[in-house]
């Protein structure tokens, strides 16, 4: 069985700590089902799965960063870190959850590529009738209605999704941290006021040099008997947060360094950041 890494390094080496994740929904959740973003149904065709709701990972990941930023600035590590304005791309968030360098607030020359992946969130049972209704789609900066019909989908309170969450080349500060974000995850979707809270649970994990399984795999039956993540033993957030977060300087300044001779600079005008995600 492999293990947690011991220490952070630029490349990968091929350990993947995978969180089984149940997402747990306490109230009714509408849809909008004329956005690609949001929660959607969908059909799987070749097996048994059926007709699923589902939350594309970007969602999820969008949220989960939020929250681990929240979590981080309260620390007061990185407070002037944020998505919007610019993304520091030193900070523990921006080496785990990756940013694009030339359009970051740092401006530097590299880019960090996401260390933790996952996959889309799928409903555990099937979705046997959908409760849907026409209504009209609002102009949000003119209020407007009646500009396009859109349909709402209500996905109804105890709907459970189980996702797997995977973190590349995990140490046990880099779990603790995703661990704990991944916990502190009670609403999901575009807008909190069209999005009943949810609960978020952690049912195990799997630690190898592969990965091991997938939302899709888990989805249509019951879970398999898994370690408990308390088996892990992490350390708290706060810890894993202070001592990643020197680690984190460390690396980047290697890689800094290295990349600067070679490192093309090419000045953007925009000012995205971390693309990928969408605003939970
Ligand atoms: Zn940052």
Redo the contacts with the bound molecule.
């Keep these: 069985m492999a293990l947690l890494l011991n220490d952070l390094r630029v490349l990968s080496r091929g350990t993947y700590l995978q969180y089984i994740t149940r997402i747990r929904l306490l109230d009714d959740a509408i849809i909008r089902s004329n956005e690609p973003e949001e929660v959607l149904t969908y059909t799987y065709k070749n097996n048994d799965l059926g007709n699923r709701f589902i939350i594309p990972w970007r969602k999820v990941k969008g949220k989960v960063r939020r929250t681990a930023?929240e979590k981080m600035r309260g620390l007061g590590i990185?407070p002037d870190?944020h998505l919007k304005e610019g993304?520091?791309?030193?900070?523990?968030?921006?080496?785990l959850f990756g940013?694009t360098g030339d359009v970051s607030a740092a401006k530097v020359g590299y880019n960090l590529l996401s260390r933790v992946l996952g996959d889309t969130f799928i409903s555990t049972e099937c979705v046997a009738t959908i409760n849907s209704y026409t209504a009209n789609a609002v102009d949000e900066k003119s209020l407007m209605t009646g500009q396009a019909l859109m349909t709402l989908v209500k996905a109804p309170a105890e709907t459970e999704f189980v996702g797997v969450v995977t973190l590349r080349d995990p140490t046990k500060e880099s779990a603790a941290i995703v661990r704990d974000a991944l916990l502190r995850l009670t609403r999901v979707g575009a807008s909190t006021r069209e999005w009943g809270r949810c609960q978020t649970t952690i049912e195990g994990y799997s630690l190898s040099d592969q990965e091991e399984t997938s939302s899709y795999e888990l989805a249509g039956k019951p879970l398999p008997s898994l370690n408990a993540d308390s088996d892990l033993q992490l350390p708290t957030a706060d810890e894993a947060f202070k001592s990643f977060a020197k680690q984190c300087e460390t690396m980047v300044q290697e890689f800094a360094g290295a990349k600067k001779s070679g490192a093309k600079k090419e000045v953007k005008d925009r000012k995205k950041t971390a693309p990928e995600e969408s605003e939970g």
Aim: proline share 8%.
């Design positions: 930023m990185a870190c993304l520091c791309m030193r900070c523990p968030c921006c080496v940013g």
